[in-house]
Nanobody, 125 residues
Framework: QVQLVESGGGSVQAGGSLRLSCAASGYTYGGCMGWWRQAPGKEREGVAAVGYGGWSTAYADSVKDRFTISRDNAQNMLFLHMDRLEPEDTAMYYC???????????????????WGQGTQVTVSS
């Protein structure tokens, strides 16, 4: 049974940094993993995704050059390092993983089968 558990969310001031982690227990499919976020009243949007080997990555335009996604396959962990945070980054952040590996990784929500419960990120101005 696959379980994704996020951690690392919190409250920071604009310009600050946070590092999100996702523990992916039971995940053996080797597919893309990614981070999604959903702000109140808005649809869930893809933030970043990374392939098993780390070579395939995808980022939303709004976070390029500020966020970095990475994974540790040996530890079954996914990370999102977020720099220069903005109030617009405030949202619940979700970890997601594919059951059927795809190439290259994308931010198409339909590709992701497993989802975590989310961790809240709040950025104040």
């Amino acid at each position: 049974q696959v379980q994704l558990v996020e951690s690392g969310g919190g409250s920071v001031q604009a310009g600050g940094s946070l590092r999100l982690s996702c523990a992916a227990s039971g995940y053996t499919y080797g597919g893309c993993m990614g981070w999604w976020r959903q702000a109140p009243g808005k649809e869930r949007e893809g933030v970043a995704a990374v392939g098993y080997g780390g070579w395939s990555t995808a980022y939303a335009d709004s976070v390029k050059d500020r966020f970095t996604i990475s994974r540790d396959n040996a530890q079954n962990m996914l990370f999102l390092h977020m720099d220069r945070l903005e109030p617009e980054d405030t949202a619940m952040y979700y970890c997601a993983a594919e059951r059927t590996p795809s190439w290259p990784c994308s931010l198409s929500r339909a590709s992701y089968y497993y989802w975590g419960q989310g961790t809240q990120v709040t950025v104040s101005s």
